[in-house]
């Protein structure tokens, strides 16, 4: 069972749309990160969300905490071919290891 | 160096055999943390260091695999008879603290193919 449901798990789209992608799950966290990783590297941190309703905006890409700390979103503008990657949500509960999602594979295509 | 350094970047090896994969932290991170990643998957969690102790080794899969950081600073996992099913890309991460705080700062990963 997988704790972090993340959707969709593959996103193919032109330079310049809009997209959301979504990370779910049926357990609370005190915190939620988003990470980014290319092929053949590790992954990247581009957030970390704490607070229930929490928004936090990074240039184009904009993340949210639902409000009882269960899911989260990434809304990306007017993406970019260079915003291609994989996108991994992870989360922590208490003193346990950060917990990763299976990611989304974005395709920005030019 | 400036990141977290793995070696080998790549391993292939023979079903059955043994092998140690290096990770070096952060200068002054205490905290480090092996993750391994499966094609198409996201990194699952294998084992935990604060210091020179393991303070939590609840993802190691079997008793094939262990990790050691004996002098709170560079780390070793070893992988004993090894199978097919080991085969994926391991990363090592460190951090400042140890869980509950702050960002996870991750090598590229040494990946391991058994044949």
């Known amino acids: 069972t997988q704790l972090l449901e993340q959707s969709p798990q593959f996103l193919s789209i032109q330079e310049g749309e809009n997209l959301t992608v979504y990370c779910n799950s049926s357990?609370?966290?005190?915190?939620l990160q988003w990470y980014r990783q290319e092929p053949g590297e590790g992954p990247v941190l581009l957030v970390t969300?704490?607070?229930?309703?929490e928004v936090k905006k990074l240039k184009r890409l904009t993340f949210q905490f639902g409000d009882a700390r269960k899911d989260s979103s990434l809304h990306i503008t007017a993406a970019q071919p260079g915003d291609t990657g994989l996108y991994l949500c992870?989360?922590?509960?208490?003193?346990?290891?950060?917990?990763f999602g299976k990611g989304t594979r974005l395709s920005v295509i030019a | 160096g400036a990141g977290v350094s793995q070696t080998p970047s790549n391993k292939v090896t023979e079903k059955g055999k043994y092998v140690e994969l290096r990770c070096d932290p952060i200068?002054?991170?205490?905290?480090l943390y092996w993750y391994r990643q499966s094609l198409g998957q996201g990194p699952e969690f294998l084992i935990y260091?604060?210091?020179?102790?393991?303070?939590?080794d609840s993802g190691l899969p079997n008793d094939r695999f262990f990790a050691v950081r004996p002098e709170g600073s560079v780390s070793t996992l070893k992988i004993q008879r090894t199978e097919r099913g080991d085969s994926a890309v391991y990363l090592c991460?460190?951090?400042?603290?140890?869980?509950?705080?702050?960002?996870?700062?991750f090598g590229e990963g040494s990946r391991l193919t058994v044949l």
């Open positions: 200068s002054g991170h205490t905290a």
């Open positions: 357990s609370v966290f005190s915190s």
């Open positions: 969300v704490v607070t229930g309703g």
């Open positions: 992870a989360g922590m509960r208490g003193n346990t290891p950060l917990v």
């Open positions: 991460a460190s951090s400042l603290a140890g869980t509950n705080t702050g960002e996870l700062f």
């Open positions: 260091f604060q210091g020179t102790g393991a303070a939590d």
